[in-house]
């Protein structure tokens, strides 16, 4: 079973403030997507990575989730290398990647002002991600991209906060079976920082990589 069926409607109004933000940028760019994003990836992943919102000129523009934005970069090319994406990121939805045992989902699914959801906001679209976890029966791992993405992943498994700790590199053993890892998020804040370099990025993925590997996995 996938998560096809865990979408809100194209034209969602569960969330006043982000259903105006896209009114709003329908009229201002009808040629974009400018709707909930969906999920990038097969049904039946064994790792979903999990994103905080669409990005207003990423994501929300392209319908892909962290493609035409920065963060992007980082991400997709990693991915490839750790043999979770084939193809080339040309930063468009067109561009041919797919990816391989793993699904891209936002804990939000449409763009915030400033980028920035609010707590009501991820609180009212946790169903949807619980639902794509309930849904996706192969699922063993999740890849949490920061702080917001790893309290959804907890809400959604109606866990308490408190007893699972976000920090970068940590591995967490959900009680359904679920393999919960953290990693700062890729954007471009982090990464000119150096808050997140790509070999920090990089030393995540392949924990995952060797973790799925393993018989006990499969």
């Known amino acids: 079973m996938s998560g096809e069926n865990c979408a809100p409607p194209a034209d969602c ?4 403030r982000l259903a105006a933000f896209l009114k709003a940028q329908r009229r201002a760019h ?3 997507f400018n709707a909930p994003v969906p999920p990038f990836g097969p049904p039946d992943a064994r790792l979903a990575i999990i994103g ?3 990005g207003l000129r990423g994501a929300n523009r392209t319908g892909r989730p962290f493609t035409g934005d920065y963060a992007g970069d980082l991400l997709y090319s990693s991915l490839i290398r750790h ?3 084939q193809g080339t990121y040309e930063a468009r939805p067109d561009d041919g990647l797919v990816l391989k045992d793993a699904v891209i989902i936002n804990a939000v699914r449409c763009v915030p002002p400033q980028n920035k959801p609010t707590t009501a906001e991820i609180r009212t679209c946790n169903r949807f991600l ?8 192969p699922l063993r791992a999740i890849l949490a991209l920061g702080k917001i993405a790893h309290d959804a992943t907890l809400m959604a498994h109606g866990l308490v906060r408190a007893r699972w700790k976000f920090a970068h590199g940590a ?3 959900l009680p359904c079976g679920h393999v919960l890892h953290d990693s700062y998020h890729c954007s471009r804040y982090n990464t000119q920082t150096g808050r997140l370099t790509p070999q920090m ?3 995540v993925l392949a924990a995952i990589r060797s973790e799925l590997a393993s018989p006990a996995a499969s």
């Open 52 to 54: 905080l919102a669409p």
């Open 30 to 32: 009808p040629d974009w």
């Open 130 to 137: 619980a639902c794509e976890f309930k849904a996706r029966r």
């Open 171 to 173: 591995r967490h053993v």
């Open 83 to 85: 043999g979770f994406a």
């Open 13 to 16: 109004a569960l969330c006043p």
């Open 201 to 203: 990025f990089h030393a």
